[in-house]
């Protein structure tokens, strides 16, 4: 069972369109593939994360850092290798003059998540089990949202756009959308989501994200008024600018009852903790490739089930849809249905996702049960 080889690749897929969304724009789509190979054979594969400003840092990390604490080390012993890893002493400027931190920190993190992540693959497979099994086994298929309603490109009607995407997203088999709002005027926002909610339909799952976009007041005045406007948002997403988590968060709590879903920028466990104990949030994003991988995911999981805090998983739908199907209070895996915002996830994995009537499968080989089209690593890796 012992770690024989560890191989990190990245690779990088320049998008056809640039992407806008609260507080930010996207033109490429990175990730990491990483391969655990066992001595016996079993080789953990799987990929995860979109950094581009600190891939190669990543990856250095992996290779010169945390690589050599797994080699020879038994796979099964999930707590004891993730100790290692984040307990590891690594200077990568932490306290230096000009560098934040936070920045060391996540490229810590999510080195620590690309390699847990692949030995979890690599334990299913050792098993012979897929890994959603091995995590609890609560179901076999798990509802599925898009992420979308990105900002139209100047000229075009806003609500239109947003009425027709929704089209779309049922046509391509997802139970709902989640819509980015906090660019554009509360008004404007407000009639964007009410244009969503008219066109899904009130089966339609709708959940919006400002991407930390507002101030606590404005975040107050957009949930109150989707409430008087009985839009039924099933969350809403990082309303909070970075700098008032908690106490923000915690004020918006107070005033609406529609649930706060926070989390996805979190790299910490004990951070979570105090989403939910000092920021009343009701559902966590967490980002198995940001915040330490399946190991740490799983542990606030946990503790969120006894503080009735419902789950959610950040993008990433090829490791999602496992802690999704493991967890009783997890809710939706989400993907973009366009698939020109994500053209990784249509071509990296062989034969996922498998999308109907509102539902992913969850694969059912060992592991995560998804193999990586080698030709497709060959085509967008960029480590020469
Ligand atoms: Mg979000």
């Not at 980015?180 to 709708?206: P, Q």
């Not at 989400?334 to 992913?360: C, H, T, V």
């Amino acid at each position: 069972m012992k770690i024989a080889h560890i191989e990190v690749i990245p690779l990088d897929m320049q998008l056809e369109q640039v992407f806008k969304g609260g507080t930010y724009q996207v033109a490429s789509r990175p990730t990491i593939v990483t391969r655990v190979t066992l001595a016996n054979g079993i080789v953990g594969e799987t990929y995860g994360g979109d950094e581009f400003h600190t891939q190669k840092e990543i990856v250095a990390v992996m290779q010169d850092h945390l690589g050599p604490l797994l080699i020879g080390q038994d796979v099964r012993d999930f707590q004891r290798l993730w100790e290692n890893m984040f307990n590891v002493n690594v200077d990568l400027g932490n306290r230096g003059l000009h560098q934040l931190d936070m920045h060391p920190r996540g490229i810590l993190l999510q080195a620590i998540s690309a390699l847990d992540n692949a030995m979890w693959d690599a334990r299913g497979k050792l098993y012979q089990t897929p890994v959603y099994k091995l995590l609890g086994g609560m179901r076999d298929r798990v509802p599925v949202i898009s992420i979308g309603g990105y900002y139209p490109k100047d000229g075009r009607d806003a609500c239109e756009a947003i009425a027709e995407e929704v089209e779309m997203v049922r046509e391509t088999g997802c139970i709902g959308i989640k819509m980015k709002v906090g660019r554009a005027t509360l008004d404007e926002d407000l009639a964007r989501v009410r244009a969503a909610r008219k066109a899904g339909g009130r089966d339609f799952v709708i959940t919006v994200d400002s991407n930390q976009g507002w101030d606590p007041l404005d975040a107050i005045k957009f949930c109150l008024a989707m409430e008087k406007a009985d839009l039924d948002v099933r969350w809403m997403e990082e309303p909070i600018k970075w700098y008032d988590q908690t106490d923000g968060l915690r004020l918006l709590a107070s005033k609406t009852s529609i649930p706060i879903n926070v989390g996805q920028g979190e790299i910490s466990g004990r951070a979570c903790r105090d989403l939910i104990t000092k920021g009343d949030v009701s559902i966590l994003n967490l980002d198995c490739t940001l915040c330490g991988g399946i190991t740490e995911w799983q542990r606030v999981a946990d503790m969120a089930k006894f503080m009735n805090v419902e789950m959610a998983h950040h993008e990433e739908p090829q490791v999602a849809v496992h802690l999704i199907a493991a967890n009783p209070h997890a809710l939706f895996v989400e993907i973009f249905a366009n698939k020109i915002r994500d053209p990784l996830l249509w071509q990296l994995p062989d034969g996922f996702p498998k999308i109907s009537n509102g539902y992913m499968e969850v694969p059912q080989e060992p592991g995560f049960g998804i193999k990586l089209r080698p030709e497709v690593i060959e085509r967008y890796r960029i480590d020469g």
